[in-house]
Nanobody, 123 residues
Framework: VQLVESGGGSVQAGGSLRLSCAAS????????MGWFRQAPGKEREGVAT???????SYADSVKGRFTISKDNAKNTVYLQMNSLKPEDTAMYYC??????????????????WGQGTQVTVSS
């Protein structure tokens, strides 16, 4: 399984970025793709998930600002981030959970991770 993130960068508060995660190396019909982030000195936290049925979930801190979506034909998951705030600054990671229980998108089931892409929001 390979996950390759792109789209990070530096933006001013209020701006937007779109992250992409290109996935390869698996063909499970049941899966969950997720975006996580980790700021310096903080634990990694879940941002958004989308499962193979298209159901989505979001952290309270990003609801109404971020949108997760997927393009099955391109095996790519996106995270559209609008109204960015300085507290959104972090390394953002794409991850995938596979197998029969993956559709529940439990953090413990995410076994494959990308290398991360940095998002920096200045005030």
């Amino acid at each position: 399984v390979q996950l390759v993130e792109s789209g990070g960068g530096s933006v001013q508060a209020g701006g937007s970025l779109r992250l992409s995660c290109a996935a390869s190396g698996f063909s499970y019909s049941t899966y969950c793709m997720g975006w996580f982030r980790q700021a310096p000195g903080k634990e990694r936290e879940g941002v958004a998930t989308i499962n193979s049925d298209g159901s989505t979930s979001y952290a309270d801190s990003v609801k109404g600002r971020f949108t997760i979506s997927k393009d099955n034909a391109k095996n790519t998951v996106y995270l559209q981030m609008n109204s960015l705030k300085p507290e959104d600054t972090a390394m953002y990671y794409c991850a995938v959970a596979l197998g029969w229980s993956a559709s529940y998108c439990r953090k413990v089931d995410f076994g494959y991770w990308g290398q991360g892409t940095q998002v920096t929001v200045s005030s």
